[in-house]
């Protein structure tokens, strides 16, 4: 699926509006109630969701341009996920928006 930017702009208004930060992403977690966890994991970052709720795990004492790389992936995968109507091809849009990071 390709998408035009006014649909990506239904995803992420900010886009061409703000630059997009790790406080701004962190904001937007918060807002969609997805909780936010720094952990000492074995990989870079996961998203989880269990019973209802939404999980960004990364981890901790990462190199800086790795975190808000993961962070912003990791922060897809939370937002293709949530409920919208707008998202009819989920898998389509998570790959159209993460071959942009």
Known sequence: ???TFLQLKKIIPELNKKVITAERILQIFERRR???YELPLDSDGCYVTKEGRDYVFL?????QLLYYETLAYEGVHALCHFPASFL???HNLEAEVLSLI
């Open 34 to 36: 997805i909780e936010f």
């Open 88 to 90: 009819l091809w989920r």
């Open 1 to 3: 699926m390709k998408l």
């Open 59 to 63: 981890r901790q004492r990462m190199h």
